[in-house]
């Protein structure tokens, strides 16, 4: 679908919505791990039938302690995925997380949370298990401005199939895989059963939730054509159909349809729908009760580009190479806004068309750029980023970035008050400086891994105290030396001191 054929129903959804508002990877400082207490991990198996061991050795030094050291990981089976941070009203920290109990489970979400600023967490509990077999992916966790708690994330498969889709290696935050949106409320400590946010199952794509400055809860989704159901075509480039709903506890407003699905058309097709489905999908609700919302779409030429929408006005902000998009269903474009109300868009750059790897911020007012990071280093990659909003136009972007045969650090650019700082969240063994800013020490900690082990950072999601204070979730995969094994975990660690 082209940019204008959107923008009267974007409006129309942004005026539904005013209607409906009635350290240096410090935690692992705190595992604190000496060499003589190596133990390997159990094997993980891979989709691609690899068996994989792990040892986990950590030796940390700091200038002091703090108070909230924690003394083990958020996750327990050493084999976790992607994860979510959240910071309620009344200070408690709540993790949401994907982790597979075994070799050949699935994938589900767990809940963990902390009541003393992370220095210790509650034993993970699983949210997403359809007794089915069912894996799901990346999960959000919010609050809304009632003070209500929603965990919500897709599920894979469906409960009518004998064959369960266990995970699925294409699918991510940008959203590749079809599946079916769930969430539940937290109340009284307790999770309510899940709610299925649609009609059909498995035919759900790209995903996002956003709270708006009036409190209420949104989650939008791209969803199949319906005319590629009768062909089983769940696949993100037919999922044309755009659609949001409101959450106000354990019920939801009607289904609002942003665009309406492409028709078949002229005869002799042989298949009836166009390629112009929709992933990548973010955005937020402003104070106005406008829709801002960016999303990628692929022509049958293979060209993708990233579509821009604030009320009346439409936009392409960036094209990619033909066939040289980056891999974005795992780390995908997203919208942010400053404390003037400047939209910015921070995403990865084909590398096809620059001489090194980079990160970028765009001030979609300006078309102002801004290089958060430039890797000149033969080898080293940019493996992954993600971004969040924090209070009063903050922003927080994350990303990994990998050197062939060292560890995957972690980094971070904070904005704030219109400027951006750069900080280190883990210092390894990867002693290089490939980027073209300085990823400094901050607080004084530095963490040393032992010369036995890599690691790699994969995965970080940042939080807001209400002081302001940036607090970090961390997928940590360890390898050890000589072993080739692997042992992800999730690490909390705060930020800000």
């Known amino acids: 679908m082209s940019p204008p054929a959107i923008v009267d129903l974007v409006i129309a959804l942004s005026v539904a919505f005013i209607f409906t508002g009635a350290c240096k990877l410090n935690a692992i400082r705190f595992l604190n791990m000496s060499y003589h207490r190596l133990k390997l991990s159990k094997m993980r198996y891979l989709s691609c039938n690899l068996l994989l061991f792990s040892l986990f050795i950590i030796s940390c030094s700091s200038v002091g302690t703090t108070a909230d050291a924690q003394k083990k990981p958020v996750s327990q089976f050493n084999r976790a995925g992607l994860c979510d941070l959240l910071i309620d009203k009344s200070g408690v920290y709540h993790a949401v997380f994907q982790e597979s109990p075994a070799i050949g489970k699935a994938t589900f979400i767990y809940y963990a949370s902390s009541?003393?600023?992370?220095?210790?967490?509650?034993?993970?509990?699983?949210?997403?298990?359809?007794?089915?077999?069912?894996?799901?992916?990346?999960?959000?966790?919010?609050?809304?401005?009632?003070?209500?708690?929603?965990?919500?994330?897709?599920?894979?498969?469906?409960?009518?199939?004998?064959?369960?889709?266990?995970?699925?290696?294409?699918?991510?935050?940008?959203?590749?895989?079809?599946?079916?949106?769930?969430?539940?409320?937290?109340?009284?400590?307790?999770?309510?059963?899940?709610?299925?946010?649609?009609?059909?199952?498995?035919?759900?794509?790209?995903?996002?939730?956003?709270?708006?400055?009036?409190?209420?809860?949104?989650?939008?989704?791209?969803?199949?054509?319906?005319?590629?159901?009768?062909?089983?075509?769940?696949?993100?480039?037919?999922?044309?159909?755009?659609?949001?709903?409101?959450?106000?506890?354990?019920?939801?407003?009607?289904?609002?349809?942003?665009?309406?699905?492409?028709?078949?058309?002229?005869?002799?097709?042989?298949?009836?729908?166009?390629?112009e489905g929709k992933i990548d999908l973010d955005g937020y609700v402003d104070k106005t009760g406008v829709l801002h919302l960016i999303y990628a779409t692929v022509d049958e030429k293979g060209v993708e580009r990233i579509a821009y929408f604030v009320g009346k006005k439409s936009s392409v902000v960036y094209s990619y190479p033909a066939y040289a998009a980056t891999n974005s269903w795992n780390h995908p474009p997203r919208l942010l806004v400053d404390e003037n109300g400047i939209d910015h868009l921070i995403m990865l750059p084909s590398p096809a068309t620059l001489e090194s790897e980079q990160l970028w911020d765009r001030n979609l007012a300006t078309q102002n750029l801004t290089i958060l990071a430039s890797i000149q280093q033969q080898g080293v990659t940019i493996s992954g980023f993600q971004a969040k909003q924090g209070p009063n136009g903050a922003m927080a972007v994350t990303f990994e970035a990998q050197p062939h045969g060292g560890n995957g650090e972690g980094f971070g650019s904070f904005y704030e008050n219109g400027k951006w700082k750069n900080v280190g969240l883990t210092n390894n063994a990867s002693k290089e400086k490939f980027f073209f800013k300085d990823f400094g020490v901050?607080?004084?900690?530095?963490?040393?891994?032992?010369?036995?082990?890599?690691?790699?950072?994969?995965?970080?999601?940042?939080?807001?105290?209400?002081?302001?204070?940036k607090m970090l979730l961390m997928n940590l995969e360890a390898y050890s030396v000589g072993y080739g094994i692997s042992n992800p975990d999730i690490i909390f660690t705060a930020i800000d001191h």
């Open 115 to 275: 009541t003393d600023k992370g220095a210790s967490w509650s034993k993970p509990v699983t949210l997403s298990n359809d007794q089915h077999g069912n894996g799901s992916g990346y999960a959000r966790i919010l609050q809304d401005g009632k003070g209500i708690i929603y965990a919500i994330w897709k599920r894979y498969g469906n409960t009518a199939s004998e064959y369960p889709v266990p995970d699925a290696l294409l699918d991510g935050p940008g959203g590749g895989i079809s599946g079916t949106i769930f969430y539940k409320v937290l109340s009284g400590g307790q999770w309510s059963a899940p709610i299925q946010l649609n009609e059909l199952e498995e035919t759900q794509e790209s995903w996002f939730a956003t709270v708006a400055p009036n409190g209420v809860l949104y989650v939008i989704w791209a969803q199949d054509n319906p005319a590629t159901l009768k062909y089983s075509r769940q696949n993100w480039k037919y999922a044309d159909y755009v659609r949001g709903v409101s959450l106000s506890g354990t019920a939801h407003s009607p289904y609002s349809d942003m665009t309406k699905p492409i028709q078949p058309g002229g005869p002799g097709l042989s298949f009836p729908a166009k390629q």
């Open 442 to 469: 901050v607080n004084g900690y530095r963490t040393i891994a032992s010369h036995l082990t890599k690691y790699n950072s994969k995965f970080m999601s940042v939080a807001y105290d209400a002081a302001g204070h």
